[in-house]
C-alpha cells in the first residue's frame, strides 16, 4: 500500500488518515451516500413507532392532541446528522448514528404508558449521561478489553446474521405467519408461503444485481445498485401501483416509490427539548425509574460494543487486542447521542450496524460518516425526496454485508466447547431473538457458566463476572418490576 508524504497529501486526507487506510477521498463520500441510504428508513420508520403512541395523560409526542410525524422526523434527522457528523469528525471511524430501533419501540409501548412524554425522554438523557460516566471512567472500555476475543469475533458473525435476517424481512421475502394461522411456525417465506408481489421481485432483481457486481468487483456495486432498483422501484410502481403493504401484503414495505410534487420542505421541531430530567421518579416511583434506566442503559451498553466491533473487523481495521482505534471517543459520541437522543425527544441515539454497507463499499475513515451526517441534515429539508426509496432496493445491501461479516467465523476455535458453546449462543440468538444483546448476553452468561463447570474460574476476568451479574438482572427484569414495583 502506498502513503502518500504527509507534506503532500491534502489536508483532508491527513486528518481522517484516508491514504493511511487504504482509501480515497471518493471511496469515503461513496461509503458514506451508502450508509444513508441503508439507514434512511429511521426517517420514516421512528415517527410511525414514536408518533402514534400516546402517554398517561393520552397525549401525543411534542404534546399534541393530534400526531405530529413531521416534527419526529425533523429531529430523528437533526440530531442523526449533528451525531454522525460528530462520530466522523471526534472519533475518525466509519459508523453512523440515528435512533436506536428496539429502544424506540420499548419507549413507546413500555414506558410513556406510564408516564408523560417528556417523563419518558428524560428517563433517557439520565441513560445517556449514566453511561457518559461509565466512558469517561474508563469502565466501559474495560469491560470491552475483558471480552475473550473469540467471542468479539462471534459478535460480528452474529450481527452478520442479524442484518442479513433484516434485509430479508424488510423486503417481504421473509415473513411472520399470522396469529390466525393456527401454526407454531414463527415465520415464512412471504406473505403467503411462496414468494409474490412486485416489491418482492424488485428486492430479488437488486439482490441479484449487487451479488453480481461484487463479485465481477465493480466499483461503486452497492450504490450502484441502491440507485438502479430504486429507479426501477418507481417505473415498476407507476405501472401496477402495488400500493403499501398497510393496504395489500403485495405492497411496499415502507416507502411507495413515486416521485414526490414537492421536493424541499421546511422541517418541523417541535419535539425538541421536550423532556424532564426527573419527571419519572414522581411518575412511577424511584425503584421503577431505575429499573427503566437500567434496561435501556444495557441494551445501549452492549448494542454499541458489538456494533463498533463488527465494523471494525468488516474494515480490517481492529487492533492486536480486538478493539477498535479510538475506543473511548467512539464510545463517549455514542453515549452523548444517547442523551441527545432523549433531549431532542426522538429517543436514544446509538450507532448502527448499516454502517457496514458503507463500508463494504470500501469505507475506512470518519470522512464517510461526515457524509452520512450531512446527508440527514440535507433530508430535513428534502425529506419527500428521501421518502422515494423503498426498504426493498436499500436492504440488498445489508444481505451481502450479512455474508461478508459470516465470513470471519473461521477465527473461532468451533473443536473447543469452551468457547464454541459461548459463540454459538451468541451467533444464533441474535437473529433468533432479533437483539444484538441478548446474543451478546447469552455469550456472556454461557462463557461464565462453563468456566465454572470445567474449573477454570481463574480464566474469567472480574469485569466478566459482573457484566454476567449485570445481565442476569436483565434477563430477569419483568419479575423483578414486577416485585418492586
Known sequence: MTTPDSATAGPLDRFFKISQRGSSIGTEVRGGFVTFFTMAYIIV?????????????GSFLGGGA???LAAIAAGTSLVAGVMSILMGVVANYPMAIATGLGLNAFLAVAVASQMTWADAMGLVVLEGLVILVLVLTGFREAVFHAVPAQLKIAISVGIGLFIALIGFVDAGWVRRIPDAANTTVPVQLGATGQLSGWPVLVFAIGLVAVVVLWVRKVR???LMTIIGTTVLAIVVESIVEAGSSADSAKGWALNVPAWPDKIVDVPDFGTLGEFNLLGSFESVGVVTAVLLIFTLMLAD???TMGTMTAIGAEANLLQEDGTPPNTRRILVVDSVAAAAGGAAGVSSNTSYIESASGVGEGARTGLATVVTG???LASMFLAPLVNIIPSEAAVPAL?????LMMQQVGGIAWNDVEIAIPAFLTIALMP???????????????YVVIKVAVGKVREVHPLMWVVAALFVVYFAISPITDLFS
Not at 420508520?45 to 395523560?57: C, E, K, M, Q, V
Not at 433468533?432 to 454461557?446: D, H, M, N
Open 45 to 57: 420508520l421512528n415517527p410511525l413507532i414514536l408518533g402514534y403512541a400516546t402517554d398517561s395523560d
Open 66 to 68: 393530534e400526531p405530529n
Open 220 to 222: 461503486g456495486a452497492i
Open 301 to 303: 451498553f452492549f448494542d
Open 374 to 376: 450531512l446527508l440527514f
Open 399 to 403: 444481505v451481502l454485508v450479512g455474508f
Open 432 to 446: 433468533f431473538t432479533y437483539s444484538i444483546s441478548v446474543g451478546i448476553g447469552a455469550g456472556f452468561l454461557a
